[in-house]
Structures are given as structure tokens and as C-alpha cells.
């Protein structure tokens, strides 16, 4: 059992950026692959970004690659998600995730196992 906290959400400026920070309670370095998901209002939850559990890869959906960076501290057990260039269309809870997908179903949330509580990112016009 992994609990997982995310922390580092609130209110920006269009432009500006935020770094979103997922403490886990156990070792998850070579055992899940981590993730971040989001959800606005009346969407459906979506992909953001995954390190892959084995190697450490990066994967993001196409259209944040550009803007957001994940990384992971494996001594610390964190996973963090630095967001740049943020957009009004990024306001959503962000969810910290781990689990042992397929590697062609990381996008996919039923995937995951472990969830956060989710923290709120709000970006303002």
C-alpha cells in the first residue's frame, strides 16, 4: 500500500509557473511508474505526465511537453511536476498516481492503483 500527497498547487497569472510536488510513503523507484493526471470541471480526468518505474523515462501527453517538466528525488520519494508558461486552460486538480501499467497504457488512468488526494491549480487570465 503507497499513500501519495501532493502539495504545491494555488492561484497564478497566466504566464507564470508552478512547481507540484507528490510525497510518497514508501519506496516507489523500480517498483511503480509514477504519474500526474489533471481534471477540470466537467472533463474527463487526463493524462499529464509519467517517469516509467524501471528506468526512470519521461513521458508526457504531446500537448504539455513543450511546457511541463516531471522529475523524480528516489532518496526523498518524491515525484515532482514543474509547470511553465501556464495557461487559463490548465485550471484542474492535479492527481499524483502510482501503479504498474503496460507500458502502452501509462495515459490510461485505470492503470494506476494509488492515488492523492489531488491539489488545486489555478491560473487566471
Known amino acids: 500500500q503507497v499513500q501519495l500527497v501532493e502539495s504545491g498547487g494555488g492561484l497564478v497569472q497566466a504566464g507564470g509557473s508552478l512547481s507540484l510536488s507528490c510525497a510518497a510513503s514508501a519506496r516507489t523507484s523500480g517498483f511503480y511508474t509514477m504519474a500526474w493526471f489533471r481534471q477540470a470541471p466537467g472533463k474527463e480526468r487526463e493524462f499529464v505526465a509519467s517517469i516509467w518505474r524501471s528506468d526512470g523515462s519521461a513521458y508526457y501527453a504531446n500537448s504539455l511537453k513543450d511546457r511541463f517538466t516531471i522529475s523524480r528525488a528516489y532518496s526523498r520519494q518524491t515525484m515532482s511536476l514543474q509547470m511553465n508558461s501556464l495557461k487559463p486552460e490548465d485550471t484542474a486538480v492535479y492527481y499524483c498516481?502510482?501503479?504498474?501499467?503496460?507500458?502502452?497504457?501509462?495515459?490510461?488512468?485505470?492503470?494506476?492503483?494509488?492515488w492523492g488526494q489531488g491539489t488545486q491549480v489555478t491560473v487566471s487570465s
Open positions: 498516481a502510482a501503479g504498474s501499467p503496460e507500458f502502452g497504457r501509462i495515459e490510461n488512468a485505470e492503470s494506476y492503483a494509488y
